[in-house]
């Protein structure tokens, strides 16, 4: 699980190369594939919508917001789901 520093995006990476993103309260806001090359994803929303992102020292830049690992220090206790 990967959220942003206030908890308002959080990101579950699915083992079978499926996503799962929640917005606030809105629940599976995003959902589709991704692939993660070495320190690199690539996601492709049901959509079609396309981003990329990069882990560096364990923070996954992900176009625009940063994520990091749910519990990390950076973030706040954000509602489970």
């Known amino acids: 699980m990967w959220v942003t520093a206030d908890g308002h995006i959080r990101q579950e990476l699915l083992p079978d190369g499926r996503y799962d993103e929640a917005r606030g309260n809105r629940q599976s806001a995003y959902t589709g594939s991704y692939t993660v090359t070495g320190n690199h994803i690539d996601h492709v929303d049901e959509t079609g919508f396309t981003a ?30």
């Open 52 to 81: 990329t992102g990069d882990v560096r020292d364990g923070v996954l830049f992900h176009e625009h917001p940063v994520l990091y690992r749910e519990g990390d220090e950076h973030t706040q206790q954000a509602p489970q789901r």
